[in-house]
């Protein structure tokens, strides 16, 4: 089983849509959440960190099940400009170097006018 | 300078030629790291340095030489590389918080990347 999955996509979805992606880990003593976004040909960017209680930030509202070790991502009144890929960030331990965070091989949105 | 720059941002070499990456953080940041990023895989980590002390290192070739002169500054040496280590490389820095400040433990800052061709 790979330790952080995502679904590739594309998600394609119109202006104003709500998306929402998911992403497992498989490693149940993971103690810290990301997600990132990386835009096509530039770096990642963290997007917002995913907190126990879940938490928001603006559009987008990110949710943590450690029970069933699933993160979500929801985009909602979705902007082309949000058309990117979106990496789902997994760390063993709170701190320390990072060796210990697994990234996912992304999910790629992509919004049409 | 803000942030993480790298350069060069474009690298055609041959397999018998030796070139560096060159990265540098202007965060305060006391830990980088090469992670190297190829089409339809995830990020894969290469080194963490950690006070200038290398505390990763990921079974990676050893034709991949990284240098942490200072806390500033990251290299990664390339030498006899092979055709399939065409990627792109990013560096990135955090604060690592086993020295105590815990604010922004874990994230990553990226530099914009070195896309690296080998022919």
């Known amino acids: 089983r790979k330790e952080v999955e995502q679904d590739p996509g594309p998600f394609n979805v119109p202006e104003g849509a709500t998306v929402a992606f998911n992403c497992t880990y498989s490693?149940?003593?993971?103690?810290?959440f990301f997600w990132y976004r990386q835009d096509c040909r530039k770096e990642p960017k963290l997007l917002m960190s995913v907190y126990s209680s879940g938490n928001e930030d603006g559009r987008f509202t990110a949710q943590l099940n450690r029970a069933s070790q699933y993160i979500s991502l929801l985009i909602r009144d979705s902007k082309l400009s949000d058309s990117a890929t979106y990496l789902c960030?997994?760390?063993?331990?709170?701190?320390?170097?990072?060796?210990?965070?697994?990234f996912g091989k992304g999910t790629k949105l992509s919004v049409k006018p | 300078e803000t942030g993480v720059t790298q350069t060069p941002r474009h690298l055609v070499m041959g397999m018998t030629n030796k070139k560096s990456l060159k990265c540098e953080q202007h965060?305060?940041?006391?830990?980088m790291y090469w992670y190297k990023q190829s089409a339809k895989k995830p990020l894969e980590l290469m080194f963490v340095?950690?006070?200038?002390?290398?505390?990763e290192n990921n079974s990676v070739p050893s034709r991949f030489s990284p240098e942490c002169p200072n806390s500033s500054h990251l290299f990664l040496h390339l030498h006899t590389l092979q055709p399939e280590d065409s990627a792109l490389y990013l560096c990135?820095?955090?604060?690592?918080?086993?020295?105590?400040?815990?604010?922004?433990?874990?994230?990553?800052?990226f530099g914009a990347g070195s896309r690296l061709t080998v022919l």
């Open positions: 340095y950690s006070l200038e002390e290398r505390v």
């Open positions: 490693n149940s003593a993971s103690q810290s």
């Open positions: 990135a820095s955090s604060q690592d918080a086993r020295q105590g400040k815990i604010s922004g433990a874990n994230v990553l800052t």
């Open positions: 965060l305060g940041h006391n830990a």
């Open positions: 960030v997994v760390a063993l331990v709170y701190g320390g170097s990072q060796g210990n965070l697994i």
